[in-house]
């Protein structure tokens, strides 16, 4: 029994002494490593920065925001560069409404007041634009129904670019959390198609949904 007792105490004390001369050598081998420079220490702060926002990134947020204010979804998606390319084509439809606006309501003024010339109340005639004193009644209508035509379309080209925007914040915030990097994997995979009786090839590509846990990285 004594015997026993006795080769329990060497067992734990040469186990103990073991782990301490590894967590000597761990010791040594770390602080024996060079220090990191200013640039790699930013590159891991920045790592562990865009870890911890992906962790807390959700896409059904980046498409309501668009929904509200054209541009904050892909802020929020980080795509600060398409900023400007969201409000330079929503400036496009809304510069031609005002624009065919405009002319809309010149022209429309000129038509109704050649239309009263012609039932004898010439009151309005002086007023007419001075670009449009030359053209007839027929001409007037011609030319407001297309300045109208255009305006309405101007409205709905307007919609169209904020819902496009909305639909950019939504698939790219999705696409922030694939993996699309240059680590996809494509494979190609002969067949025979057995409706045709002819060899074919199919194409599938693997790719894997980025994990939300934030970097962990030991310093």
Same mark, same amino acid.
């Given at each position: 029994?004594?015997?026993?007792?006795?080769?329990?105490?060497?067992?734990?004390?040469?186990?103990?002494?073991?782990?301490?001369?590894?967590?000597?050598?761990?010791?040594?081998?770390?602080?024996?490593?060079?220090?990191?420079?200013?640039?790699?220490? /930013?590159?891991? +702060?920045?790592?562990?920065? =865009? &870890?911890?926002?992906? $962790?807390?990134?959700? !896409?059904?947020?980046?498409?309501?925001?668009?929904?509200?204010?054209?541009?904050?979804?892909?802020?929020?998606?980080?795509?600060?560069?398409?900023?400007?390319?969201?409000?330079?084509?929503?400036?496009?439809?809304?510069?031609?409404?005002?624009?065919?606006?405009?002319?809309?309501?010149?022209?429309?003024?000129?038509?109704? /007041?050649?239309? +009263?010339?012609?039932?004898? =109340? &010439?009151?309005?005639? $002086?007023?007419?634009? !001075?670009?449009?004193?030359?053209?007839?009644?027929?001409?007037?209508?011609?030319?407001?129904?297309?300045?109208?035509?255009?305006?309405?379309?101007?409205?709905?080209?307007?919609?169209?670019?904020?819902?496009?925007?909305?639909?950019?914040?939504?698939?790219?915030?999705?696409?922030?959390?694939?993996?699309?990097?240059?680590?996809?994997?494509?494979?190609?995979?002969?067949?025979?198609?057995?409706?045709?009786?002819?060899?074919?090839?199919?194409?599938?590509?693997?790719?894997?949904?980025?994990?939300?846990?934030?970097?962990?990285?030991?310093?």
């Amino acid at each position: 029994m004594f015997k026993k007792v006795v080769l329990f105490f060497v067992v734990v004390f040469c186990l103990g002494a073991v782990a301490q001369a590894q967590s000597t050598v761990d010791s040594a081998a770390v602080n024996s490593l060079p220090p990191l420079t200013e640039k790699e220490l /930013a590159k891991i +702060k920045k790592k562990e920065k =865009d &870890s911890t926002w992906m $962790a807390t990134h959700i !896409p059904q947020r980046a498409t309501r925001r668009s929904a509200m204010i054209p541009g904050w979804g892909q802020a929020y998606n980080r795509e600060y560069w398409k900023i400007p390319l969201v409000y330079g084509v929503l400036a496009i439809p809304a510069i031609t409404y005002f624009y065919n606006t405009s002319f809309y309501n010149k022209t429309k003024f000129a038509y109704e /007041a050649r239309f +009263k010339e012609q039932n004898g =109340d &010439s009151s309005d005639v $002086a007023a007419i634009d !001075p670009e449009l004193t030359g053209l007839s009644i027929g001409s007037l209508q011609n030319y407001r129904n297309s300045f109208r035509r255009d305006r309405d379309y101007s409205i709905l080209w307007f919609i169209l670019a904020w819902g496009l925007q909305v639909v950019d914040a939504t698939v790219f915030g999705h696409l922030r959390h694939f993996d699309v990097s240059n680590n996809l994997s494509m494979q190609i995979h002969p067949q025979f198609n057995p409706h045709s009786k002819t060899p074919a090839l199919t194409l599938s590509f693997n790719i894997k949904e980025k994990s939300k846990k934030p970097l962990l990285i030991a310093r």
